[in-house]
């Protein structure tokens, strides 16, 4: 991929100009493609229990030898890719994708992104400001394991143009209808040191050619790093008793914000500039069929600290699946390990006010959330903290807000756990996601959806 290529909004059309038809009302569910190869009738469970109307789904692909060639991942003989792509018997992928359409339902492709890609494709791993990898065996304190992981440049020419012939084969050879990739962002937000992150020379040539200032930003968030461990914790105590956000905060760290917030600028226009060029290329695929190319997108009071600015994406994507399932661990966890790198860098600091400089910083200072104790937010234990969460329901209230008004024009299908979570909150979610006119929802798991436990 040459760092040249179009940018977002010459690329891409919006959501209110696209020829992909949007139903009324999607009732969505990530399901396991052999399963419904094996025993069809599920769809038929699921359509009458939840009304479902489209599965998100995924199996093992034939792609050409000249797709495969582009494979950057270097183990002798490899038969897989980065993206979760696996060669082998597609048989029950056909099969799976024929009892869908028989039944008037849609799928879509589940595929990944950059966040785990490069765990076998070190020549496509990203590097911080300094030209190093991120050392993954120690993360920052109460993130989740998944987090060791390294992380591909969105910028890497190698596995775009994987990416992009790979994307393409598997939307013309098979009836997908659409896609909901996952993982195409950095690091998840509470691994904060990966903000640190690109600064390979892929990633420099592609912002001297959109005009971002390489040198500056380098400086501004280097500068940030250094400068959080010379803030008084007086100054800190003192934040934590008045309303004190994001923007005041930036200020009293660094002369150079702009600078910092071009950083985050930038990191999210080589994603969505990314899947705007792998867009295309799947459109000139399918030709005139219809393909709702998408993916799902992060909190979106966290996204721009993992790549996604949604107002970006709305342009690069025909349709996003905003991800707000994940409760403890793309939330929890990053309110937990940003108070704790307060606690680590300011030794008299109180928790107490570690946490509550950290909920006004991202603004989940007014949801009821734990005041005396990092531990208190039970971040390693996403299924009990979320399952007796009194502040859920009015969190994600909150977020699907966001991601409707940040999302624009774009259809958007929100995640919504189907289990775990109390029944009268995912019920009271569906009714605030129709209220807000999103174009469906979509569940993980759905054990409290339905009379018998089955699903994703």
Not at 178 to 206: D, E, I
Not at 229 to 237: D, F, S
Not at 365 to 386: K, Y
Request: net charge negative; proline share 6%.
């Amino acid at each position: 991929m040459a760092d040249q290529r179009p940018l977002v909004a010459d690329l891409t059309r919006s959501a209110s100009t696209s020829s992909v038809t949007v139903a009324p009302w999607q009732v969505v569910l990530y399901a396991d493609g052999a399963r419904i190869a094996e025993r069809p009738q599920y769809l038929d469970e699921m359509h009458q229990q939840i009304g479902l109307s489209t599965v998100i789904m995924a199996g093992p692909v034939r792609l050409s030898p000249q797709t495969w060639a582009l494979n950057p991942i270097v183990s002798a003989g490899a038969t897989h890719g980065p993206g979760g792509f696996v060669e082998g018997d597609d048989r029950a992928v056909r099969t799976a994708l024929d009892e869908v359409h028989r039944r008037g339902m849609k799928a879509w492709l589940i595929g990944g992104g950059y966040h785990g890609a490069a765990a076998e494709a070190p020549d496509c791993m990203t590097v911080d400001l300094t030209g190093r990898p991120l050392d993954v065996e120690c993360p920052p304190q109460w993130t989740f394991e998944a987090s060791k992981t390294h992380c591909a440049c969105p910028s890497n020419p190698r596995l775009h143009d994987f990416y992009r012939a790979a994307y393409a084969e598997v939307a013309r050879n098979y009836e997908y209808d659409g896609s909901a990739l996952t993982h195409v962002r950095y690091w998840q937000a509470g691994v904060y040191t990966g903000l640190l992150h690109c600064g390979c020379q892929h990633c420099q040539k592609r912002a001297a050619a959109l005009g971002f200032d390489f040198p500056a930003m380098r400086s501004s968030v280097l500068e940030v790093a250094q400068a959080l461990r010379q803030v008084p914790t007086r100054y800190l105590r003192d934040a934590a008793a008045i309303p004190f956000d994001a923007a005041d905060f930036l200020h009293l760290i660094t002369p150079h914000a702009e600078d910092f917030v071009a950083w985050l600028t930038f990191r999210c226009r080589t994603i969505a500039d990314s899947m705007a060029d792998v867009r295309q290329a799947v459109h000139q695929a399918v030709g005139d069929r219809e393909f709702a190319w998408g993916m799902d997108t992060y909190f979106p009071t966290f996204a721009r600290l993992v790549g996604h600015d949604y107002r970006l994406l709305s342009g690069a994507l025909d349709q996003m699946v905003p991800l707000l399932s994940h409760v403890a661990i793309h939330g929890y966890q990053s309110l937990a390990a940003y108070a704790q790198a307060l606690v680590d860098t300011h030794p008299d600091l109180p928790e107490t006010d570690a946490l509550r400089v950290t909920y006004r910083l991202f603004g989940w200072d007014g949801f009821g959330l734990p005041q005396t104790a990092i531990a208190a937010l039970e971040c390693l234990e996403p299924d009990m903290s979320e399952s007796r969460s009194p502040e859920l329901l009015s969190m994600m209230k909150s977020e699907l807000a966001k991601a409707r008004i940040l999302g624009g024009d774009t259809p958007m299908y929100p995640v919504l756990k189907g289990r775990i979570w109390p029944q009268s909150v995912i019920q009271e979610l569906t009714a605030e996601a129709r209220r807000l006119g999103f174009a469906g929802v979509t569940y993980q798991g759905t054990d409290l959806l339905e009379s018998r436990a089955v699903g994703g």
